[in-house]
């Protein structure tokens, strides 16, 4: 399972919510439940994306696709 650090502040009357190791991950809620179900949601779109830019740049290149699996601390 991976791992992220969520950062939650409140601006006005928003939750603004980004997660520090995954630029671009950023979000904002009206309670702060919102802004963490809208977070998780904008990591699995993130890394979908990723996830098929690299398939269309590597299509027809010779790689190894593998699964890296990170050591718990």
């Not at 671009?24 to 990591?43: D, M, P, S, V």
């Not at 890394?47 to 601390?73: M, P, T, Y």
Request: proline share 1%.
């Amino acid at each position: 399972m991976d791992r992220f650090t969520a950062v939650y502040g409140q601006h006005e009357r928003w939750w603004v919510g980004y997660i520090e190791e995954l630029p671009g991950a950023n979000t904002q809620g009206e309670t702060l439940e919102e802004a963490r179900e809208n977070l998780k949601e904008a990591i699995q779109l993130i890394l979908e994306a990723n996830r098929e830019i690299a398939r269309r740049f590597s299509k027809g290149k010779k790689v190894i696709r593998e699964e890296l699996v990170l050591a718990q601390h």
